[in-house]
């Protein structure tokens, strides 16, 4: 399992949640972090997924 990093910000920039996930791989990330979103109410809210290496998994402004 790798971590990645979740974060959730206010249209302001102001952090709202940062939070360490874990993956097996990019494409469970993913998948499997949408749902977290969607769980946690933040699908319409500016947020991203990155791995470990700063790669964009998932971004919505």
């Known amino acids: 399992m790798k971590p990645y990093k979740f974060t959730a910000f206010e249209p302001t920039g102001k952090l709202i949640i940062e ?3 874990k993956f097996a ?3 469970e990330a993913k998948a499997k ?3 977290m979103i969607e769980n946690k109410n933040f699908e319409k809210t500016t947020h991203r997924l990155v791995n470990t290496s700063g790669k964009l ?3 919505h402004v």
Request: hydrophobic share 35%; charged share 35%; net charge negative.
């Open 19 to 21: 939070e360490t996930w």
């Open 25 to 27: 791989s990019d494409e």
């Open 33 to 35: 972090g949408s749902e």
């Open 57 to 59: 998994i998932l971004f």
